[in-house]
């Protein structure tokens, strides 16, 4: 079974960052690209990032571009997003997911980050 | 960026009733469209892919249909697990984008 479990969310003021993880199995990790998703509190859905399968390729929004980076560690099968100079717009639960073709097929459960004083 | 217009925003519909839900793209992205289903505090999941193109473990009242920029995901006669949120996405140009949704709720 596919599991992917997102961490490290939690609230941080603006300008300043964090760091979040996801742990997946039940799948060959390197196989996949993977990507960052979120939504905003009731609102739709904003991809964020992407990574090619060695982390040789990564892809951003313009939004998030030079303040979050995406990288991977395929021998401990998880994903990362680095994300600095947080700003209010950037709260939202974010999703880890895994990608083929930018079709995103699983999805964790997500983590809240919110970016507040 | 290519802007992904769903309509209705909300379709109220009794169960048993087949439904259609539009996604238009502002410029052709080919067959590069897919539909999510996230219902209410979880997380999204794969319906349909490439325009019409099933996915295991989703149930076949499901369906898809389109090309160029007009695209629409087909319910045939809607059950009361399908209330929910229905968001389109393309893959065909970066940054990848959905749609802002369409919400199925029970008339």
């Known amino acids: 079974e596919v599991q992917l479990v997102e961490s490290g969310g939690g609230l941080v003021q603006p300008g300043r960052s964090l760091k979040l993880s996801c742990a997946a199995s039940?799948?060959?990790?390197?196989?996949?690209?993977m990507a960052w998703v979120r939504q905003a509190p009731t609102k739709g859905l904003e991809w964020v990032a992407s990574?090619?399968?060695?982390?040789?390729?990564?892809y951003y929004r313009d939004s998030v571009k030079g303040r979050f980076t995406i990288s991977r560690d395929n021998a401990k099968s998880s994903l990362y997003l680095q994300m600095d100079s947080l700003r209010s717009e950037d709260t939202a639960t974010y999703y880890c997911?895994?990608?083929?073709?930018?079709?995103?097929?699983?999805w964790g459960q997500g983590v809240m980050v919110t970016v507040s004083s | 960026d290519i802007v992904l217009t769903q309509s209705p925003a909300t379709l109220s519909v009794t169960p048993g009733e087949s439904v259609s839900l539009s996604c238009r793209a502002s410029?052709?992205?080919?067959?590069?469209i897919h539909w999510y289903q996230q219902k209410s505090n979880e997380s999204p999941r794969l319906l349909i892919k490439?325009?019409?193109q099933s996915i295991s473990g989703i149930p076949s009242r499901f369906s898809g249909s389109g090309s160029g920029t007009d695209f629409t995901l087909i319910i045939n006669r809607v059950e009361s697990e399908d209330f929910s949120v229905y968001y389109c996405?393309?893959?065909?140009?970066?940054?990848?984008?959905f749609g802002a949704g369409t919400k199925l709720e029970l008339k």
């Open positions: 410029q052709g992205i080919s067959s590069s």
């Open positions: 997911t895994t990608a083929i073709a930018a079709i995103w097929s699983y």
């Open positions: 990574i090619s399968y060695d982390g040789g390729g990564t």
């Open positions: 490439y325009v019409s």
């Open positions: 996405q393309q893959s065909y140009n970066l940054p990848y984008t």
């Open positions: 039940g799948f060959t990790f390197s196989d996949y690209y």
